[in-house]
């Protein structure tokens, strides 16, 4: 079975331009969420997807945004980048049953912004 | 606020050397407390999901456990493939998973 699935590995942009992160969720996992992981600090929250729906939002400019496909697939969008957006941003998928819930995450996007 | 706090920030152990990460936590309405590993550079790695005071999960050389304030992960024997940053998360409620700051674990052969 496949795992979760992040697109691209690596990603390089100038500063102010835009950058598109996409995760494909692991089959029958309708939960989505997206986290940021900075050097050397802990991973921080980022948006929460279920069910095509917008679920939760941390504490991040709106100028970070996202949307879950019908298929559950979501994307990140990151306008107007920063520096300070560079980082690894790691997807996770879950799914609850019988009131066990697992999250399993993608290898992650590293996204350089110089 | 759901808080969550990891000690030691970083472990050095001798091959064989057991000894235990600590996770303590304040959240409202525990729904579960996760384990994972993360190896450099990668996403982390699902280990284990408590879900009750007393509960116990076991894998190879790990063994987790709870309580109504903490959370031990239990490293028998371990060896230098053990190596790598612990991180622990909680999940209160309809939340999303609030993450500890990890314990870097370096096993030395």
């Known amino acids: 079975e496949a795992g979760v699935t992040q697109s691209p590995t690596h990603l390089i942009k100038t500063r102010g331009q835009q950058a598109t992160l996409r995760c494909s969720p692991i089959s029958g996992h309708t939960s989505v969420y997206w986290y940021q992981q900075a050097l050397g600090l802990g991973l921080q929250f980022l948006l929460w997807y279920d069910e095509g729906e917008e679920r939760n939002r941390g504490n991040f400019p709106p100028r970070f945004s996202g949307r879950q496909f019908p298929n559950y697939s979501s994307e990140l969008n990151v306008n107007a980048l920063e520096l300070e957006d560079s980082a690894l941003y790691l997807c996770?998928?879950?799914?609850?049953?019988?009131?066990?819930?697992?999250?399993?995450f993608g290898q992650g996007t590293r996204l350089t912004v110089v | 606020e759901d808080q969550v706090t990891q000690s030691p920030e970083a472990l050095r152990l001798q091959e064989g050397e057991s000894s235990s990460l600590n996770c303590s936590y304040t959240v409202s309405g525990l729904r579960g407390l996760f384990w994972y590993r993360q190896d450099p550079g990668k996403g982390p790695e699902f280990l284990f999901t408590l879900y009750s005071a007393g509960e116990e999960k076991e894998k190879e050389r790990l063994k987790a456990t709870l309580t109504k304030k903490e959370s031990f992960l239990h490293i028998t024997a371990p060896k230098p493939e053990d190596s790598a940053t612990y991180l622990c998360a909680v999940q209160a409620g309809l939340t999303p998973l609030v993450f500890g700051k990890g314990t870097r674990l370096s096993v030395i052969a």
């Open positions: 996770a998928s879950s799914v609850e049953f019988l009131g066990n819930t697992e999250a399993f």
